[in-house]
C-alpha cells in the first residue's frame, strides 16, 4: 500500500516563530488532507489540497503531487498550535493513510 | 464542530465484553469510514460504508463488525473485548467515495480493563 512519511517527528518552537511541515507520499493520490490533533484528541481539518496552493489565516499549503510531497506552514505560531499534524492520503476510493504525524509544542 | 456525532465519548467496559460505538454522519454525507487510534499503531483505517454499503475495508479484527443503516448512521460493533483494544475510535464522514474532503467526529474513547 502507500506509504505516508512525515517530517520531523517533533518540533518544538517559540511562539511567534514559523515552521514548515512535510508530507511525503509513495504513490499518486486523488485526495490529500492535513488535520491538527489537539491535545483533547480532536481531529481538526485544516486542508483538502491534493494539488496546488491554500492559504488559511497564517496557515497555507501546498502539495506537488507530480513529485509526491505536501507542506505545511505555520507563520507566527500560538501557543493553541501545538499538537499533532497529521497528513492523511488516499490513493483512490476508501481508506486513507495516515503519516506518523508531527508533534508540535509552541512554547510562550 | 465536524457536524459527525459520535456516542458514547466515553466508555469503560471489561475484557471480553461487547460493545457497540454509534456515528451519526454530517447531513447529506453518505460514506462513513471508522478508525482506530492507539498509542503504539497510530490512526488505522477500519472500514468505510458508502450508502449502506461495505466498500473498503482495513485493518478490521474479525471480533469487529460494522454496518451502516438506511438513515446513514454507522455503528461499530467491537466483541470479546481484550485489553489491546482500548483506544480512540473515530468515525468520520465525505459525500462521496472519492475525492471529498472527510471530516471526522471527536471519538470515543475505550478502555478495557
Known amino acids: 500500500g502507500i506509504q505516508v512519511e512525515q517530517s520531523p517527528p517533533d518540533l518544538i518552537l517559540q511562539e511567534g516563530a514559523n515552521s514548515t511541515l512535510r508530507c511525503n507520499f509513495s504513490d499518486s493520490v486523488n485526495n490529500l488532507q492535513w488535520f491538527h490533533q489537539n491535545p483533547w484528541g480532536q481531529l481538526i481539518n485544516l486542508f483538502y489540497?491534493?494539488?496546488g496552493t491554500k492559504q488559511n489565516g497564517r496557515l497555507s499549503a501546498t502539495t506537488v503531487a507530480t513529485e509526491r510531497y505536501s507542506l505545511l506552514y505555520i507563520s507566527s505560531s500560538q501557543t493553541t498550535d501545538s499538537g499533532v499534524y497529521f497528513c492523511a492520503v488516499n490513493p483512490g476510493a476508501g481508506k486513507s493513510t495516515f503519516g506518523d504525524g508531527t508533534t508540535l509544542t509552541v512554547k510562550p | 464542530d465536524s457536524g459527525v456525532t459520535q456516542t458514547p465519548k466515553h466508555l469503560i467496559t471489561a475484557t471480553g465484553q461487547r460493545v457497540t460505538l454509534r456515528c451519526s454522519p454530517r447531513?447529506?454525507?453518505?460514506?462513513v469510514y471508522w478508525y482506530q487510534q492507539s498509542l503504539d499503531q497510530g490512526l488505522q483505517f477500519l472500514i468505510q460504508?458508502?450508502?449502506?454499503?461495505?466498500?473498503a475495508k482495513g485493518n478490521i479484527l474479525e471480533r469487529f463488525s460494522a454496518q451502516q443503516f438506511p438513515d446513514l448512521h454507522s455503528e461499530l460493533n467491537l466483541s470479546s473485548l481484550e485489553l489491546g483494544d482500548s483506544a480512540l475510535y473515530f468515525c468520520a464522514s465525505s459525500s462521496g467515495l472519492v475525492g471529498n474532503t472527510i471530516y471526522f467526529g471527536e471519538g470515543s474513547w475505550l478502555t478495557v480493563v
Open positions: 447531513s447529506g454525507d453518505l460514506s
Open positions: 489540497i491534493p494539488s
Open positions: 460504508y458508502y450508502n449502506g454499503e461495505e466498500r
